[in-house]
């Protein structure tokens, strides 16, 4: 937190406007962070050509209606159950009841605009709505994965294809 208010400092100190640029984030700042251009940043892995190991932050093609230039606070990660070094966000993560029980606790659903949009996003892509998970994870923690398995988000995949097992095919699938 020191370092993101250390930044914003230096830049008004020298008179010039804080334009965030995702690939000129520093990593641990990366994830949960939306650009100038109001897309989200996201933090990937890089393989080098020695087979080592890095991160780099990009910018995604997910824009962020009415939210630009955000830095997530150190406490909306801590209430929501997040970390800074998290590399592909994925709304599996609904299905984890520790987690969803944080991403809907009041200090996160009420506070945290910004994390609540994107697993808002994540959720509808999946066929349900946050706010019914989240109060269906109060209520009764126990059926929400079967609310979000109904919806679809986690369907099982289609029929096998004869094709797939060659010219000679079981008789029954």
């Known amino acids: ?13 020298h008179g010039t406007q804080a334009e965030i640029i995702c690939e000129d984030l520093p990593i641990g700042l990366c994830t949960f962070s939306i650009a100038s251009s109001g897309k989200r940043c996201v933090l990937e892995k890089n393989v080098r050509d020695n087979g080592n190991m890095d991160y780099q ?29 998290t590399v592909g966000i994925s709304s599996d993560s609904l299905l984890e009841p520790h987690f969803l029980a944080r991403l809907c606790s009041d200090s996160c659903y009420k ?56 010219p000679e095919a079981p008789a029954s699938i």
């Not at 937190?1 to 100190?13: N, P």
């Open 1 to 13: 937190m020191a370092f993101i208010l250390l930044l914003l400092l230096s830049f008004l100190l």
């Open 111 to 166: 506070n945290c605009p910004n994390i609540v949009d994107l697993y808002h996003n994540l959720a509808i892509g999946e066929g349900v709505f946050l706010a019914n998970l989240c109060e269906v994870s109060s209520k009764m923690p126990r059926r929400v994965m079967t609310q979000f398995l109904s919806s679809g988000a986690a369907s099982a995949s289609g029929p096998v294809s004869a094709t797939a097992y060659g």
């Open 57 to 85: 932050c990009d910018t995604s093609e997910i824009i962020v209606k009415d939210m630009n230039e955000w830095i997530e606070s150190d406490e909306c990660l801590n209430a929501c159950g997040l970390h800074r070094k």
